[in-house]
């Protein structure tokens, strides 16, 4: 799921300062599950917006909401009547949710409440970490399992490097340990009885599907709607 | 200090029965299921409705009958206590503390002591009079 953050609360304060009537909308998919954007969140902010406000005397009205979905136009459409009440909406969704809300609300001033990380999951309650870049050409039937896009910080594909030292990565720190990506890789080749596979040369990876080419789209004919049809 | 608007959000297990025999005017005890079930906004609304402090009170150390409810209200405390930093409330207007069923004493102390500090600091700024 997509990972976020919500942003710092001074930066949101200023960003929002000149809005009389403000809208926090929170998202209840990837951002409520990584307790960052959800309706939760959406009436923390709120509520410390509305607090600061009244500390500098300079009144704001007010509301926290949520939809499902941020990123998709049916769920966006639920709020088109509420949204003509306020004049920005904070929004407590991931980058694609704040950009389908501009997208679906021309005349409106769209914020982000958030700064969106990662792809991750998980690890444990409050700890979440990335393992997905999406470059769009998945070598995960290559490594079984485990990115090295994600989890080498070299991102090579033909690992261990020689910066590996005892599982860890030699960018690891002693506050913050980093896993070797291929370590790990050859750790569950050995649980799976197949550590033969390491010495498989991985080929080149084509990159032309990731991000460098632009913003990327899928386009499937056989479940578009054309109107008229 | 009759000025001073205090809530004092407590478990039901525990610092609300010593609340209930303190009996202190003028202090809003509000029962909850758990420690643990404060949500941070709770205690953001309370300093949005005109509470001038907060205090939190659960269950003694490894006496939650939860679990962990005591732990998790003390850790939603504190993240709490950075955004009222940030607010520029302050977080000396928010505290948490472990109070037993039948400890009163402890439950006045920690509200007069609120107040003394809440006296010494001046009312909330801005904040909605009743």
Same mark, same amino acid.
Request: hydrophobic share 35%; net charge negative.
């Given at each position: 799921?997509?990972?976020?953050?919500?942003?710092?609360?001074?930066?949101?304060?200023?960003?929002?300062?000149?809005?009389?009537?403000?809208?926090?909308?929170?998202?209840? $998919?990837?951002?409520?599950?990584?307790?960052?954007?959800?309706?939760?969140?959406?009436?923390?902010?709120?509520?410390?917006?509305?607090?600061?406000?009244?500390?500098?005397?300079?009144?704001?009205?007010?509301?926290?909401? =949520?939809?499902?979905?941020?990123?998709?136009?049916?769920?966006?459409?639920?709020?088109?009547?509420? #949204?003509?009440?306020?004049?920005?909406?904070?929004?407590?969704?991931?980058?694609?949710?704040?950009?389908?809300?501009?997208?679906?609300?021309? @005349?409106?001033?769209?914020?982000?409440?958030?700064?969106?990380?990662?792809?991750?999951?998980?690890?444990?309650?409050?700890?979440?970490?990335?393992?997905?870049?999406?470059?769009?050409?998945?070598?995960? @039937?290559?490594?079984?399992?485990?990115?090295?896009?994600?989890?080498? =910080?070299? =991102?090579?594909?033909?690992?261990?490097? %020689?910066?590996?030292?005892?599982?860890?990565?030699?960018?690891? $720190?002693?506050?913050?340990?980093?896993?070797?990506?291929?370590?790990?890789?050859?750790?569950?080749?050995?649980?799976?009885?197949?550590?033969?596979?390491?010495?498989?040369?991985?080929? /080149?990876?084509?990159?032309?599907?990731?991000?460098?080419?632009?913003?990327?789209?899928?386009?499937?004919?056989?479940?578009?709607? #054309?109107?008229?049809? | 200090?009759?000025?001073?608007?205090?809530?004092? +959000?407590?478990? *039901?297990?525990?610092?609300?029965?010593?609340?209930?025999?303190?009996?202190?005017?003028?202090?809003?005890?509000?029962?909850?299921?758990?420690?643990?079930?404060?949500?941070?906004?709770?205690?953001?609304?309370? +300093?949005?409705? %005109?509470?001038?402090?907060?205090?939190?009170?659960?269950?003694?150390?490894?006496?939650? !009958?939860?679990?962990?409810?005591?732990?998790?209200?003390?850790? !939603?405390?504190?993240?709490?206590? %950075?955004?009222?930093?940030?607010?520029?409330?302050?977080?000396?207007?928010?505290?948490?503390?472990?109070?037993? =069923?039948?400890?009163?004493?402890?439950?006045?102390?920690?509200?007069?002591?609120?107040? @003394?500090? /809440?006296? *010494?600091?001046?009312?909330?700024?801005?904040?909605?009079?009743?």
């Amino acid at each position: 799921m997509i990972i976020g953050e919500r942003k710092p609360l001074e930066e949101i304060f200023d960003r929002t300062a000149s809005f009389k009537k403000i809208l926090v909308l929170g998202c209840e $998919t990837c951002v409520a599950v990584c307790l960052a954007g959800g309706k939760k969140e959406a009436e923390e902010t709120a509520s410390s917006i509305s607090l600061h406000r009244k500390e500098e005397s300079k009144p704001v009205e007010i509301k926290a909401d =949520s939809i499902q979905r941020q990123c998709e136009y049916e769920f966006v459409d639920e709020i088109a009547d509420l #949204v003509k009440d306020y004049d920005v909406v904070l929004s407590m969704a991931c980058g694609v949710g704040v950009q389908t809300l501009a997208e679906k609300l021309p @005349d409106k001033f769209v914020l982000p409440g958030l700064n969106t990380q990662f792809l991750g999951f998980p690890l444990e309650q409050g700890v979440w970490m990335e393992n997905c870049q999406a470059c769009g050409n998945c070598v995960l @039937d290559m490594t079984y399992g485990i990115c090295p896009i994600t989890r080498c =910080s070299k =991102s090579i594909l033909n690992g261990p490097c %020689g910066g590996s030292s005892e599982g860890l990565c030699e960018i690891s $720190t002693q506050d913050n340990e980093i896993a070797c990506g291929w370590h790990l890789i050859y750790e569950r080749l050995k649980v799976l009885g197949k550590q033969e596979y390491m010495n498989e040369v991985v080929p /080149l990876k084509d990159w032309s599907s990731s991000f460098h080419g632009g913003p990327r789209k899928i386009v499937r004919e056989d479940v578009k709607i #054309v109107r008229g049809e | 200090m009759a000025d001073i608007n205090l809530v004092t +959000f407590c478990c *039901e297990n525990s610092a609300f029965l010593a609340a209930e025999k303190a009996n202190m005017p003028g202090v809003k005890a509000v029962k909850v299921p758990c420690g643990g079930q404060i949500e941070h906004v709770h205690i953001l609304k309370a +300093f949005e409705e %005109g509470a001038d402090g907060v205090l939190v009170l659960a269950c003694l150390h490894e006496n939650c !009958k939860h679990f962990w409810g005591n732990d998790r209200a003390e850790k !939603k405390v504190n993240y709490v206590k %950075g955004l009222l930093d940030e607010i520029g409330i302050g977080s000396d207007k928010l505290s948490y503390a472990p109070v037993a =069923s039948n400890n009163e004493i402890k439950y006045s102390e920690l509200v007069k002591e609120m107040i @003394d500090k /809440l006296n *010494e600091k001046g009312s909330t700024e801005g904040k909605v009079k009743k």
